[in-house]
């Protein structure tokens, strides 16, 4: 049972644009959000996150909004550069038994692509 | 800096071959872990340890085992490779210690090709 979902496979958006990118989560234990950006050939990088007792979170041209009633997180990128062009991956983590080590569980993935 | 390194980029090896796959992180970080990636599954976790000779089992361990006899080096073993296992894999480091900045920092990968 998918955990994480990132229902969007793929989005298209044109430069300057806003892109949002959404991700869904049935596990309510889930306390932490992170976004991750991967490029092709290269190790995902972490991008920016946002703790449970938040809602928002922004960081230069990223925001990350949660709504926790609804289990949903999404990312807004404004305004959107062909450099941004890459996939996307929402994860979730929850405390694991002891309270001192996590585990991060991870969507799919929505692969952006921003056109100039 | 937090560096990751792994071994190799790229990976050919045969059906039946046993593989190594070596990760090096230098942050002095507790957790490790070994994902692979595959055209929409997204990253999937392999193993994880949390402290030196320690690990467990994630989400698809069958066909992998792992390695960590000292805290920066993490080793994923193919017992005997699998056409099935050609894949993008992935280490990744992080501390123990959770804070609202917390978070795995990941190496290049390694494109591993079974034949």
């Known amino acids: 049972d998918q955990q994480v979902k990132q229902n969007s496979p793929s989005l298209s958006v044109q430069e300057g644009r806003i892109s949002i990118l959404n991700c869904d989560y049935t596990n309510s234990m889930f306390d932490y959000f992170l976004w991750y950006k991967k490029y092709p050939a290269e190790g995902p990088t972490f991008l920016i996150s946002?703790?449970?007792?938040?809602d928002k979170n922004e960081d230069g041209r990223f925001t990350v909004f949660l709504n926790k009633s609804a289990k949903h997180l999404s990312l807004h990128i404004v305004p959107s550069q062909p450099g941004d062009s890459a996939v996307y991956f929402c994860?979730?983590?929850?405390?694991?038994?002891?309270?001192?080590?996590?585990?991060?569980?991870f969507g799919k993935g929505t692969l952006l692509t921003v056109n100039p | 800096d937090v560096k990751v390194t792994q071994s190799s980029r790229y990976l050919v090896k045969r059906t039946g071959e046993k593989v190594f796959l070596e990760c090096v992180q230098d942050m002095d970080h507790e957790n490790m872990f070994w994902y692979r990636q595959d055209p929409g599954l997204g990253l999937r976790l392999i193993y994880f340890s949390y402290d030196v000779k320690m690990k467990e089992k994630g989400d698809i361990p069958e066909g992998y085992s792992v390695s960590r006899e000292k805290k920066e080096r993490f080793s994923l073993i193919l017992e005997s490779a699998s056409t099935n296992q050609t894949s993008m894999y992935l280490c990744?480091?992080?501390?123990?210690?959770?804070?609202?900045?917390?978070?795995?920092?990941f190496g290049p990968g390694t494109r591993l090709t079974v034949l």
């Open positions: 994860a979730a983590s929850a405390p694991m038994s002891g309270g001192s080590n996590y585990k991060l569980t």
């Open positions: 946002i703790s449970s007792i938040k």
């Open positions: 990744a480091s992080s501390s123990r210690d959770r804070d609202v900045t917390d978070t795995q920092y």
